[in-house]
């Protein structure tokens, strides 16, 4: 169509005197333009109009908006009002242009240009009605009913259809619900909401105002929105970081916090209960040790895929850090499911697993606690579960144990003792006792054994099988030894004065073996009581040599040096390895009571040991003695020496004396 058929055809447009003008949307070329619209083009005439390249230096933005305008002259017959300005003689005029559909011959959808002059506008308004178009804002307005009066382009690009509703718009009802409660109690809201956009489901920031449309005078609601999809995505991965272990991907401690507290209103409300599985891997050290770190952080990430698998897709798998696990279940009969599940997750635990070409087992240690049963918040029951998880430990490892309240109790009791125990030193609440030690043959005691006693200004006399493991854990086993060493050495220089020179053996602690001190305080505390090292001896046990090899034998080498002698204590209970006596300074061997104390049957074992030790040269002692019989089995089989409740059960220092004299 050549332009005097367009001419033609347009003839009676000539004629008026607003700016009419036919956009070609499809080849970005004016199509037709009446006079007084060459004047707002600022073109010489229609062909040098109609021969300008719109296209080159059109922003994408606008492109973009001229193909939705163009889809939805087609969809809707739609139309729509822009602010233009341009600036004949230099001076910014506005021009209001109503753009509509209009169909070519050709049938292609064109765009239909109405222009009229509003007059000559202010800067400020010019520059408003700029942002207006250009911002990434999306500006809406809706009528009271809903209906969209007029949006920006940027919200015109973001929606689905131009008939839509805000209400359309907004994925979630209630939010909307939400949304217009809030705008008639306070005019005006701010919300952050999932919004259906032309580009898929996005965040939006949506601001709603109540207003009053400057055209018709009605009241309206202006909605601007921004995309804040980017930043709800980095929150959301902040936030995953924050509630998740890195290494195994399972919930953490504060995830498990959380949702137990979001549960726990409704599990009251509907009577549900909660277990709370807490599970430890008992070797889990071995293999960090042996294998590496590296190793150790697979086994983690493998069990805890075990765990995963294992539960049901409502419970939840924790790591609580280390190599502690907690899984979280929910429901109505919680006991039950645990039941059921309670073998399979002992033997999935500690199933066999090849890490780095090696075969690696560790078998769990499990505690339980119940929500309410056992207590009605998270740190209550996470500890009741850890108490049940330690007894479970206590009890030989791979075992499954129920919180109890007396498991608690013992705790109590245990960090009272521990208080008591820190000033018993300083109050002088501690004594030592002293055991004879009687050469069988003559029934001439020949040594003692020192064993500490604590007074407690409460419970009385408390054992040292009771308060030497909480001494050990608590470090405090180096001052009560030093102390107990202290005296018996005096005790033992007050005999030999009294003309009674025996041989006194203290215990010794494993801790206080590590000490890089212990040497020099044996050394100080024979120097200050002038003291006779070869009337000394310290015990130890065996399992204070396991695994220690070279570091233990140049200490008991060192002590040796010294001229105290060296008793391995409670033979008989552990590994009994012989290989220990060849190989360490040991002159000394106790048989521990219950070789003694057992029947006649049980004793070959004892009898081949003492044996040996004839072979050995060593001394050996049977502790326990408590009856004739048991004494004549000692006298029998050659033993010199024995100790036990037959000649005298522990003394204080006076009534030993009394004992020699
Ligand atoms: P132990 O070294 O095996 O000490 C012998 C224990 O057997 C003592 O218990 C003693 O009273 C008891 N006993 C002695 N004769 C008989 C008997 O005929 N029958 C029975 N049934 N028992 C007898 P006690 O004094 O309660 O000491 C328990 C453990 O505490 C000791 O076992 C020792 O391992 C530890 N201990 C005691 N004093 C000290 C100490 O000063 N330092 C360290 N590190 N440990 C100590
Ligand atoms: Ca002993
Ligand atoms: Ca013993």
């Known amino acids: 169509m050549n332009l005097e058929e367009r001419n033609r055809q347009y003839a009676a447009l000539d004629l008026v005197t607003e700016p009419v003008w036919i956009f070609d949307i499809d080849c970005r070329r004016i199509h037709w333009a009446n006079r007084a619209a060459l004047a707002v083009w600022s073109a010489p005439d229609l062909s040098e109009l109609c021969g300008r390249d719109m296209g080159t230096g059109m922003s994408e933005s606008v492109a973009r908006r001229l193909a939705q305008y163009q889809s939805d002259f087609e969809s809707c017959g739609a139309s729509f009002n822009e602010q233009w300005t341009h600036y004949p003689g230099g001076k910014p005029v506005a021009l209001n242009v109503r753009f509509s559909g209009h169909r070519l011959p050709d049938h292609r959808m064109a765009m239909f240009c109405e222009g009229r002059v509003s007059g000559l506008i202010e800067p400020e308004s010019l520059r408003?009605?700029?942002?207006?178009?250009?911002?990434?804002?999306?500006?809406?307005?809706?009528?009271?009913?809903?209906?969209?009066?007029?949006r920006n382009p940027a919200a015109r690009d973001s929606v689905r259809s131009p008939t839509e509703t805000l209400k359309d718009r907004i994925v979630d009802g209630t939010a909307y619900a939400a949304l217009v409660r809030a705008l008639d109690e306070a005019g005006s809201v701010t919300r952050t909401?999932?919004?259906?956009?032309?580009?898929?489901?996005?965040?939006?920031?949506?601001?709603?105002?109540?207003?009053?449309?400057a055209v018709t005078g009605q009241s309206a609601l202006l909605i601007s929105e921004a995309d804040v999809s980017a930043i709800k995505r980095t929150e959301a991965q902040a936030r995953f970081l924050s509630m998740h272990d890195s290494l195994t991907g399972l919930a953490n401690r504060t995830h498990l916090m959380q949702r137990f507290e979001s549960i726990v209103a409704s599990m009251r409300a509907v009577g549900e209960q909660a277990a709370l599985i807490f599970i430890d891997l008992d070797q889990f050290k071995d293999v960090n040790d042996t294998l590496g770190h590296a190793a150790g952080d697979l086994l983690l990430v493998e069990t805890a895929q075990r765990l995963r698998r294992l539960v049901r897709s409502e419970d939840l798998v924790a790591r609580l850090g280390g190599d502690e696990f907690l899984i979280l279940m929910v429901g109505e009969n919680v006991r039950y499911e645990l039941e059921r599940i309670k073998t399979r997750l002992m033997l999935s635990v500690s199933e066999p697993m090849m890490i780095d070409n090696h075969e690696v087992r560790v078998t769990p240690s499990i505690g339980v606690s119940f929500?309410?049963?056992?207590?009605?918040?998270?740190?209550?029951?996470?500890?009741?579960?850890?108490l049940a998880m330690y007894t479970a430990k206590a009890r030989g490892r791979n075992e499954v144990a129920y919180y109890d309240p007396v498991m608690t109790e013992a705790v109590k009791n245990r960090t009272a003792l521990e208080a008591d125990l820190r000033h018993a030193l300083d109050r002088g609440e501690f004594v030592v006792f002293y055991q004879p030690i009687v050469d069988v043959a003559t029934g001439v005691i020949v040594g003692a054994e020192a064993l500490v006693r604590w007074r407690h200004p409460e419970r009385g006399f408390v054992s040292p099988d009771v308060f030497i493991p909480t001494c050990e854990s608590t470090g405090m086993v180096h001052d009560l030894g030093r102390?107990?060493?202290?005296?018996?050495?005096?005790?033992?220089?007050?005999?030999?004065?009294?003309?009674?020179?025996?041989?006194?053996?203290?215990?010794?602690?494993?801790?206080?073996?590590?000490?890089?001190e212990l040497l020099a305080d044996l050394t100080q505390a024979l120097g200050d009581a002038q003291g006779d090292a070869c009337q000394m001896q310290v015990e130890i046990t065996e399992s204070m040599l396991v695994g220690r090899g070279e570091t233990a034998l140049e200490l008991l080498h060192e002590i040796q040096a010294l001229g105290i002698g060296i008793a391995l204590d409670d033979f008989g209970t552990g590994y009994s390895n012989l290989g220990y006596l060849q190989r360490y300074p040991i002159g000394t061997l106790k048989i521990d009571k219950s070789f003694v104390q057992c029947a006649e049957a049980n004793r070959p074992l004892a009898e081949m040991i003492v044996a040996m030790c004839r072979l050995m040269r060593l001394?050996?002692?049977?502790?326990?003695?408590?009856?004739?019989?048991?004494?004549?089995?000692?006298?029998?089989?050659g033993i010199e020496f024995c100790q036990g409740y037959l000649f005298a059960k522990p003394l204080p220092a006076d009534e030993f004396a009394a004992l020699l004299r």
Not at 136 to 141: H, K, P, Q, Y
């Open 371 to 386: 929500f309410p049963d056992d207590g009605h918040d998270v740190q209550t029951l996470l500890r009741n579960a850890d």
């Open 483 to 516: 102390f107990v060493f202290r005296t018996a050495v005096a005790q033992q220089v007050a005999w030999r004065v009294a003309g009674h020179n025996l041989r006194v053996s203290v215990n010794l602690s494993p801790r206080q073996l590590l000490h890089a």
């Open 128 to 150: 408003s009605v700029e942002a207006l178009l250009h911002t990434a804002v999306m500006i809406s307005l809706f009528s009271a009913d809903g209906q969209a009066l007029y």
């Open 619 to 637: 001394k050996v002692v049977a502790e326990g003695v408590e009856t004739e019989e048991q004494l004549a089995w000692v006298r029998q089989h």
């Open 193 to 213: 909401l999932q919004v259906s956009t032309a580009n898929g489901e996005r965040w939006h920031e949506v601001s709603g105002r109540r207003c009053t449309d």
